[in-house]
């Protein structure tokens, strides 16, 4: 917290420590180490004590286990570094957030209960961080102008042409092993051009992205919940860790957001999403020349993704009852579960109102 900006005889505000994932096992493909950022990749983890495994083949394959626990620990302590496939390089809209999507990794280190990922990617949850950075990057000036999301929205036209970062991945929960974030933000400051990088994370470890030239072409969200919700994100930062962190981007000059996600209803939900709404509000105060926005996401399932959380989280109490639910179609055909329309509701009415109420510089970008 800055301090001058806290009344004379207020402390300083501490939060706890960002946490730093530390993969059990690290492994990198001959095709990654072709490429400087791969060789970067390399180094920087080995300068952190931990040792990297030299693939012989870039078929990315881990020991076969006959519990399915175990083998969703490994995958989820092992980090790979491999060549993002050319399908990568053709880029996606990502409705309601952004005109595009582009992949810095896939993949996730967090231990999320309702984990969304679940349902979108096959095979084990290995993290995978993409060395053909050069490409990647270089590949989104194609997309400049082409947007139809965000571009084509009146509201949000003004944010120019958008891409998201972690639609597969939280970026920032990787970057000291990376330095990916790092290099797309930078990327996105000195691009003279009307754009937005856009990424949305449950971590805290900012400090590597405070000094960079992001030109405000940035904007960091923050995927925040109710205290309440606490127990079904295993292995993230804390609440109050991320707040203090969201507080620390914003005063370098970041645009921000909280991406208010999933939201659940937990026992007192209303005083639990409003709890969490006056968090950030402190957390923000004082703050000059703030650019903050909210998007509010509601928890949905798919019976694939059931299947797959109950398998890694046999334990968890998360609601999962299809009969609590409503039954919907996605625009692919697939089935999906949200929740009933006087529930959905009644929470965006009471979630939008103390947002407006307490925390009235954030614009809410959309409900879903």
Not at 48 to 66: D, F, S, T, Y
Not at 219 to 233: H, K, L, P, Q
């Amino acid at each position: 917290m800055d301090t001058a900006l806290a009344p004379p005889d207020a402390p300083p505000r501490r939060h706890p420590s960002p946490r730093l994932w530390r993969p059990r096992r690290v492994v990198v493909t001959p095709a990654a180490l072709d490429h400087a950022h791969g060789r970067a990749m390399v180094a920087r983890i080995e300068a952190q004590g931990l040792p990297v495994e030299r693939l012989a083949a870039n078929r990315l394959a881990l020991p076969r286990q006959p519990d399915a626990r175990r083998a969703y620990a490994e995958a989820k302590a092992t980090l790979a570094i491999t060549v993002a496939p050319p399908t990568k390089l053709r880029l996606q809209p990502i409705p309601p957030s952004a005109d595009w999507r582009f992949d810095l990794a896939e993949g996730c280190p967090a231990h999320c209960q309702y984990c969304y990922l679940a349902g979108s990617l096959s095979g084990p949850p290995v993290t995978r961080a993409y060395a053909n950075l050069d490409a990647i990057l270089g590949n989104l000036d194609a997309y400049l102008g082409q947007g139809t999301i965000t571009s084509a929205s009146a509201a949000r036209a003004a944010e120019g042409t958008t891409f998201e970062a972690s639609c597969y991945t939280d970026p920032l929960g990787i970057e000291h092993l990376t330095g990916s974030l790092a290099a797309a933000v930078e990327r996105f400051g000195a691009w003279d051009a009307p754009v937005q990088l856009r990424f949305t994370t449950k971590f805290a470890a900012v400090a590597p992205l405070l000094g960079l030239r992001h030109g405000r072409r940035t904007r960091i969200r923050f995927s925040v919940n109710a205290r309440g919700a606490a127990r079904y994100e295993g292995g993230t930062d804390s609440l109050d860790a991320r707040l203090g962190a969201l507080r620390a981007v914003a005063l370098a000059g970041y645009p921000v957001g909280l991406t208010v996600a999933p939201i659940l209803p937990i026992p007192d939900w209303e005083e639990g999403y409003a709890s969490l709404i006056r968090d950030a509000a402190d957390a923000l105060s004082g703050v000059p020349d703030l650019d903050l926005t909210a998007e509010l996401i509601t928890h949905r399932f798919t019976p694939g993704s059931k299947e797959v959380l109950q398998g890694w989280y046999p334990g968890s109490d998360l609601p999962l009852e299809e009969a609590d639910r409503v039954r919907k179609m996605t625009k692919f055909g697939s089935v999906k579960y949200v929740l009933p329309k006087p529930q959905m509701d009644a929470m965006r009415t009471a979630i939008t109102g103390h947002l407006a109420c307490i925390l009235p510089a954030a614009r809410v970008l959309y409900w879903t």
